[in-house]
């Protein structure tokens, strides 16, 4: 989701000929085999692209290999397993034990306050990162 109610991917589109890119409290989910080059292209220039921001993401391998988070989300960002109810048919809600339950600490003006179904955020301690809210939402 770029630029919604409820997304978390923003692009200010700046006047100026740049813009930048704000990718905040999602999951992240890189294909097997694929991670060091998936990190360098996600993120931009391996890194130095100023115009990209990461904050507070969760970092998964669909194979299970643990990842490093990338240095420009060192501070906030975790690794772990979603723990998606049947990512093979397109459920991404999450089970109980997600990485992503009540992970998301940091919340300014960007945060959203509705998951991809409308619920309402936080619906326990905190912010879960993802798109939803809760367990089986």
């Known amino acids: 989701v770029a630029g919604g109610a409820n997304g978390a991917i ?13 990718i905040k409290h999602n999951t992240i989910v890189f294909p097997a085999g694929r991670t060091n080059t998936a990190f360098a292209r996600f993120y931009g220039n391996n890194g130095t692209d100023t115009n990209v921001t ?10 299970g290999t643990l990842l490093t988070v990338p240095a420009k989300d060192a501070t906030y960002g975790i690794v772990g397993n979603p723990n998606f109810t049947s990512a093979s048919t397109g459920d991404f809600t999450v089970t109980a034990g997600g990485a992503g339950l009540n992970a998301a600490t940091r919340s300014d003006s960007l945060s959203v306050t509705t998951d991809i ?9 905190a912010n879960d990162i993802g798109a939803t809210e809760g367990i089986g939402t």
């Open 54 to 63: 990461l904050d507070q993401n969760l970092y998964y391998d669909a194979a």
């Open 117 to 125: 179904y409308g619920i309402a955020r936080p619906g326990g301690g």
């Open 10 to 22: 923003e692009n200010d589109g700046a006047a100026t000929g740049t813009s930048s890119i704000i």
